[in-house]
T-cell receptor, first 113, second 112 residues
Framework: KQEVTQIPAALSVPEGENLVLNCSFTDSAIYNLQWFRQDPGKGLTSLLLIQSSQREQTSGRLNASLDKSSGRSTLYIAASQPGDSATYLCAVNHRGGNTPLVFGKGTRLSVIA | DAGVIQSPRHEVTEMGQEVTLRCKPISGHNSLFWYRQTMMRGLELLIYFNNNVPIDDSGMPEDRFSAKMPNASFSTLKIQPSEPRDSAVYFC???WGAGGYTFGSGTRLTVV
């Protein structure tokens, strides 16, 4: 059974700092991996999608990497801002295209001005 | 596109009452997923459909929960009878092919 772990569970950093959020998964037979952002009381917003054949994806100040063989992904946030404060969720899509995402429990990020 | 639309946004009901949550997926998406989110357990898959057909409902906690997808543009999740432990945020998501998932804004259910 696929399990997804995110470390740390919570993180507090000063504004402007670069930071890395970690995600690991137990079964490397994934189809793709997706990072989401969730603001308190809100839904999930997709940030980046990495297919299993890719090693990284970038969007603005965000960069996500994927090392499928070691079962790890990182989300790098450059020059953090208070508006980046949210919970970041990692999820993997196991094997086939239309199978469900398996989620980690998230990292709660606070960026202090 | 308006995205995945869920209704209601909030629902407060008394224990024992029937609750129906609704979801309209993005037009053209062929997979639909129902998730439940709690502080303790995070996001858990309840059931998912491919081309309107239920594929895996092993995440549905009990027989009190049922889901239907009568057509490609509508799905319901019903809880009957509801219990306080069903209180959670319920999310619907849809997807097409190998693309990413799009989530709705969720329904916050409180059973008192």
């Amino acid at each position: 059974k696929q399990e997804v772990t995110q470390i740390p569970a919570a993180l507090s950093v000063p504004e402007g700092e670069n930071l890395v959020l970690n995600c690991s998964f137990t079964d490397s037979a994934i189809y793709n991996l997706q990072w989401f952002r969730q603001d308190p009381g809100k839904g999930l917003t997709s940030l980046l999608l990495i297919q299993s054949s890719q090693r990284e994806q970038t969007s603005g100040r965000l960069n996500a990497s994927l090392d499928k063989s070691s079962g790890r992904s990182t989300l790098y946030i450059a020059a953090s801002q208070p508006g980046d404060s949210a919970t970041y969720l990692c999820a993997v899509n196991h094997r086939g295209g239309n199978t469900p995402l398996v989620f980690g429990k998230g990292t709660r990020l606070s960026v202090i001005a | 596109d308006a995205g995945v639309i869920q209704s209601p946004r909030h629902e407060v009901t008394e224990m024992g009452q029937e609750v129906t949550l609704r979801c309209k997926p993005i037009s053209g998406h062929n997979s639909l997923f129902w998730y439940r989110q709690t502080m303790m357990r995070g996001l858990e898959l309840l059931i998912y459909f491919n081309n309107n057909v239920p594929i895996d409902d092993s995440g549905m906690p009990e027989d009190r929960f049922s889901a239907k997808m009568p057509n490609a543009s509508f799905s319901t999740l019903k809880i009957q009878p509801s219990e306080p432990r069903d209180s959670a945020v319920y999310f619907c998501a849809s997807r097409w092919g190998a693309g990413g998932y799009t989530f709705g804004s969720g329904t916050r259910l409180t059973v008192v």
